[in-house]
T-cell receptor
């Protein structure tokens, strides 16, 4: 049972480049979400999904797109990377909204130069 | 979403109990109280959660005030490995409310 898997672990982008951060879970969780964590700061919610085909915005959605075509996968797309998006990105999932714990991936450390 | 308030930092001596407080005065009847912790350079990990009654598991205990406006995470014997940022968040189980919002948490320092 792999849990929540994030790839890549590290990524360096130049300003203006695009990329997709991958997140997959094998626990059949309906709810998935993306957070970013800037150095020395708490977690901020970017986007979340309550099931395949359903996504919604969190606290800081600008500059990011998501889609949820399957229950297992929830990729996060940066269309045109900016230095302000340098951060550690965490994906999380849970089975039952509220009653069950969130399971987090190990994070992707992104640097935009 | 109901908000939580936690102290920015706390210190504890190794092998002593630690009580981490969380205030949530606007909690609703359908909010679960969740605690997570984040060890240095790692992703957050689940610690414990509850609704009304006190809860125990192998990691910690959760004491919930009778009016549910505050709660306390109890680490019975702090070890150096417990040094982390601890987050208290509220999760509403009603349909239509899906955001897990984390605050800045409490940074726990454990002294040897």
């Amino acid at each position: 049972n792999a849990g929540v898997t994030q790839t890549p672990k590290f990524q360096v982008l130049k300003t203006g480049q695009s990329m997709t951060l991958q997140c997959a879970q094998d626990m059949n969780h309906e709810y998935m979400s993306w957070y970013r964590q800037d150095p020395g700061m708490g977690l901020r919610l970017i986007h979340y999904s309550v099931g395949a085909g359903i996504t919604d915005q969190g606290e800081v959605p600008n500059g990011y797109n998501v889609s949820r075509s399957t229950t297992e996968d929830f990729p996060l797309r940066l269309l045109s990377a900016a230095p302000s998006q340098t951060s550690v990105y965490f994906c999380a999932s849970t089975l039952r909204q509220g009653r069950s714990p969130l399971h987090f991936g190990n994070g992707t450390r992104l640097t935009v130069t | 979403d109901a908000k939580t308030t936690q102290p920015n930092s706390m210190e504890s001596n190794e092998e002593e109990p630690v009580h981490l407080p969380c205030n949530h005065s606007t909690i609703s009847g359908t909010d679960y109280i969740h605690w997570y912790r984040q060890l240095p350079s790692q992703g957050p990990e689940y610690v414990i959660h509850g609704l009304t009654s006190n809860v125990n598991n192998r990691m910690a205990s959760l004491a919930i005030a009778e009016d549910r406006k505050s709660s306390t995470l109890i680490l019975h014997r702090a070890t150096l490995r417990d040094a982390a940022v601890y987050y208290c968040i509220l999760r509403d189980v009603r349909s239509g409310t899906y955001k897990y919002i984390f605050g800045t948490g409490t940074r726990l320092k454990v002294l040897a």
